[in-house]
């Protein structure tokens, strides 16, 4: 209990599934405790705008203070959790610090996934952070400075090259956008190089991108890609990535079997192929022993909480969920912000329940759909609803995915700036946030 006499709950992480449940208990009578090691809620699914220069950063993320300010049972605390005691009903923060929880709810999110080449992290960056999307926006802008004074033709080509690994969402975004800026946006702007002579590679270790929608359109987003001039680049599995490029097999162009490895030389590789949960899922194991799948995510009891510890629930990407609806077969959960956000609510929900030593309820995840966007007037939307999948692409699938977008982002000022960036970016062109603090690649504010 807490020093008001109320249970008190701790919240670790202030994602999408960490917000949700704060927000759930906020007319409770309950103390909450919510830890990040940031100080900003990260709206991710643009974060990719940010990388590539069409929003500023604050334009998807909002202060966790300001977000809390009038919820008077949230306190916010900026700390990192380095060890999780479940005996004593304690984490322990890297300054030393602990705290108490009666109800422990961790959702401290995913990270990068390099397969077992942690090294390749230096020359290819992930994109789950501002810090991340600074540093992918200074490389892809500071590529372009370097070619304009270069004079080994060899070496300009290599710099104009990029190469997006991973054919999920966030690679076709990027991509597209990639071949846009490089078209459209730095058109005019250089005098010893032509920006649209850059090559866009997107290379994906599957059959096909987006494979997580239908196949119909997954080939749509391919064609819309190949039209922004990205090459799509299909069954090839990267095998190496060092400061100068990469390393790919792929099968013979010719159809015959086997497959060919090949170098490709390039200045500019973005990691968007694998995701690993938190390492928090790594110290939840080892204090409990609950039992976690090939990415690190903990696996969960249908109530989202920890086998043997029913005061801790796990939700968001770092919970290998599965969704329990009557009369059908477990489902595993996505890890997409709408599974992230039902959780968080849900676990609130359940511990609510507990509280009132009332039975908990399994978690059902309700599918909203699918949806990317690949560049100006092109997008793939795939939504689930009362009579059957609705699909369609193209303008009115842009126009969907970016009123959807702008109507989730966190406050009104957030969605009134985007939407004003976005009509700006429409008719002119122009990406405005391409200001890199520091060229030599040691960060920015």
Not at 119 to 138: C, H, Q, V, Y
Not at 214 to 223: I, K, T, Y
Not at 321 to 336: I, T
Request: one cysteine or more; proline letters at 6%.
């Amino acid at each position: 209990m807490s020093k008001t006499g109320r249970p008190h709950i701790v919240i670790v992480g202030c994602g999408f599934g960490g917000l949700e449940a704060a927000r759930k208990l906020q007319r409770s009578e309950v103390d909450i405790t919510v830890v990040d090691k940031t100080n900003h809620h990260l709206f991710q699914p643009l974060l990719y705008q940010v990388a590539t220069a069409g929003l500023a950063a604050p334009s998807i993320a909002a202060p966790v203070r300001l977000l809390f300010r009038r919820q008077p049972n949230v306190t916010t605390l900026l700390g990192e959790v380095t060890q999780i005691d479940p005996a004593a009903r304690e984490v322990h923060l890297a300054n030393g610090s602990r705290l108490a929880w009666d109800h422990l709810i961790l959702a401290a999110g995913a990270t990068h996934s390099y397969f077992g080449h942690d090294d390749w992290a230096r020359t290819a960056p992930g994109l789950k952070t501002l810090a991340d999307a600074f540093e992918i926006r200074r490389r892809i802008l500071m590529s372009f400075e370097a070619a304009e004074i270069e004079a080994d033709p060899a070496r300009r080509r290599a710099l104009l090259t990029f190469a997006v690994i991973g054919a999920g969402p966030t690679g076709v975004e990027m991509a597209g956008t990639l071949a846009e800026i490089a078209r459209h946006t730095l058109e005019g702007e250089f005098r010893h190089i032509d920006p649209g002579s850059a090559e866009v590679l997107l290379i994906e270790g599957g059959p096909r991108v987006l494979q997580a929608m239908p196949e119909s359109l997954s080939q749509r987003a391919q064609d819309q890609l190949q039209k922004l001039g990205v090459q799509v680049r299909l069954n090839a599995k990267v095998t190496s990535v060092d400061a100068t490029g990469l390393q790919v097999e792929s099968p013979f162009s010719d159809g015959g079997a086997g497959v060919g490895s090949h170098r490709i030389e390039c200045n500019c590789v973005i990691w968007a192929a694998g995701v690993a949960a938190s390492p928090l899922g790594r110290l939840l194991a080892s204090a409990t022993g609950v039992e976690t799948d090939r990415a690190g995510r903990v696996k969960v009891l249908p109530d989202l909480s920890v086998p043997g510890h029913p005061d801790i629930s796990v939700v968001g990407d770092l919970a290998a969920a599965l969704s329990h609806r009557p009369g059908r077969e477990p489902k595993p959960v996505p890890g997409v912000s709408p599974g992230a956000k039902q959780m968080g609510r849900a676990a609130a929900a359940n511990i609510l329940r507990r509280i009132a030593a009332q039975p908990t309820e399994p978690f059902r995840y309700r599918d909203y759909g699918n949806l990317a966007t690949i560049g100006r007037n092109s997008a793939v939307v795939d939504l689930g609803t009362p009579f059957g999948p609705l699909r369609f692409s193209g303008r009115m699938a842009w126009l969907f995915w970016l009123f959807a977008h702008a109507y989730f982002l966190i406050g009104f000022r957030n969605r009134t700036v985007v939407l004003m960036d976005w009509a700006s970016a429409y008719w002119s062109f122009q990406r405005h946030a391409r200001v890199v603090a520091d060229v030599r690649g040691r960060g920015e504010s």
